[in-house]
């Protein structure tokens, strides 16, 4: 399968431990996006890279967030001192530059904060 | 401000009947618009993804329309299945970013 894949799907934490995800985009896409989902809402978007440059970032990405992808293939993306209110799940879509509004999603991973 | 509203916020319908589900949007300039499903915790798969010059676009037994003077957009579902029961959202690109605006989506429900 060479969709887009996403590590763990699954993440239950306690409150005030940090937590990290892991994103591996379709092979030949160089734009990788970062969303957050809560039950019934759609995608919230909190980052965006083009290779390895981060290229804008959401108000909704607090000091507690943060994303890399140091070699333009995979993406992390680490929240610190996680809440309650950090519970969702989180979206990983990548896309070529050329298609770039045709984003194909990852399954997700649900973190559960406790 | 972007702005993507869909209706119903969720829908029932029984095995074999359509429906039809709706997007108004605000997004200006206008790029595309595409209609997603999203199984219960699974990522959204696209369905169709449509351009101001296009009206119409069919995926099987889904069919989008766009009507980008009054920016509505409609997803008809024909012949419902199962299997059809997930959530539909619509995102629109433009509005002068690379970020499109989602949705909530639509929660569809189909009973045997």
């Known amino acids: 399968d060479t969709g887009v894949s996403q590590d763990p799907r699954h993440k239950i934490t306690k409150r005030g431990q940090n937590v990290t995800f892991r994103c591996d985009p379709i092979?030949?896409?160089?734009?990788l996006y970062w969303y957050r989902q809560t039950l019934g809402q759609g995608p919230e978007f909190l980052t965006y890279f083009q290779n390895e440059a981060q290229l804008e970032k959401s108000r909704l990405l607090s000091d507690r967030f943060s994303a890399e992808r140091p070699k333009g293939s995979f993406s992390t993306l680490e929240i610190q001192r996680t809440e309650q209110g950090d519970s969702a799940m989180y979206l990983c879509?990548?896309?070529?530059?050329?298609?770039?509004?045709?984003?194909?999603f990852g399954p997700g991973t649900r973190l559960t904060v406790t | 401000k972007n702005q993507v509203e869909q209706s119903p916020q969720s829908l029932i319908i029984l095995e074999g009947k359509n429906c039809t589900l709706q997007?108004?949007?605000?997004?200006?300039?206008?790029?595309?618009l595409r209609w997603y499903k999203q199984d219960t915790g699974r990522g959204p798969v696209s369905l169709t993804i449509?351009?101001?010059?296009?009206n119409t676009k069919s995926n099987g037994r889904y069919t989008a329309t766009l009507d980008a003077d009054t920016k509505q957009s409609s997803l008809h579902i024909t012949a419902s299945q199962l299997s059809d029961s997930a959530s539909y959202i619509c995102?629109?690109?433009?509005?002068?970013?690379?970020?499109?605006?989602f949705g909530r989506g639509t929660s569809l429900i189909v009973h045997p």
């Open positions: 879509a990548s896309s070529t530059v050329a298609g770039r509004y045709e984003q194909y």
């Open positions: 449509m351009t101001f010059s296009e």
């Open positions: 092979s030949e896409h160089n734009r």
């Open positions: 995102v629109v690109s433009g509005g002068g970013s690379y970020i499109p605006t």
């Open positions: 997007c108004n949007y605000t997004v200006s300039p206008f790029s595309n």
